[in-house]
């Protein structure tokens, strides 16, 4: 898959899991939105059991995270993942905060109606892979 493809398949995705390594690899979904070189996402207000995330550790750790988006198809011509390997920085406040939160909120609708209390995660994108069977 060429870059440009792998970065609007991307763009389009509205939910992606989220790789961190700490003592053992830690993998979650999360809601994101790209911004150039930087996909963001917000602690938001789902239910959570505590608010001391192992992924938020994992990364004060080891900044090292890898992000996937897929699509799966009964008909396996049509499969396909893209995947970003990049350097992640929580940020609890400030403009870059503020970029995201608009940015995320104008991808969904539920952070328009109920804005993320938490910090924000701002992961440069070091490499851009992808993988399409057609």
């Known amino acids: 898959m060429d ?5 609007r398949r991307l763009g389009d995705a509205l939910v992606a ?5 700490g003592s053992k690899p830690h993998i979650v979904p999360i809601c994101f939105a ?5 996909l963001y996402f917000a602690i938001d207000h789902k ?9 938020l550790r994992n ?14 198809d009964d008909d396996w011509s049509k499969l396909w993942w893209v995947r970003v390997d990049g350097t992640a920085r929580v940020h609890q406040a400030g403009d870059e905060s503020e970029r995201a939160f ?3 909120a ?9 804005r993320p209390d ?4 701002a992961i440069r994108i070091d490499r851009l892979t992808g993988w399409s069977a057609s």
Do not use: C, F, M
């Open 106 to 114: 104008a991808r969904y609708s539920q952070y328009r109606e109920n």
């Open 59 to 72: 990364i004060a750790a080891n900044p090292s995270v890898a992000v996937l988006v897929d699509h799966y």
């Open 3 to 7: 870059t440009a493809t792998a970065r």
């Open 47 to 55: 239910p959570k059991r505590t608010t001391d995330l192992q992924r």
């Open 102 to 104: 608009a940015l995320l």
């Open 34 to 38: 790209l911004d150039g070189d930087t």
């Open 118 to 121: 938490g910090p924000v995660v």
């Open 17 to 21: 899991r989220l790789a961190t390594v």
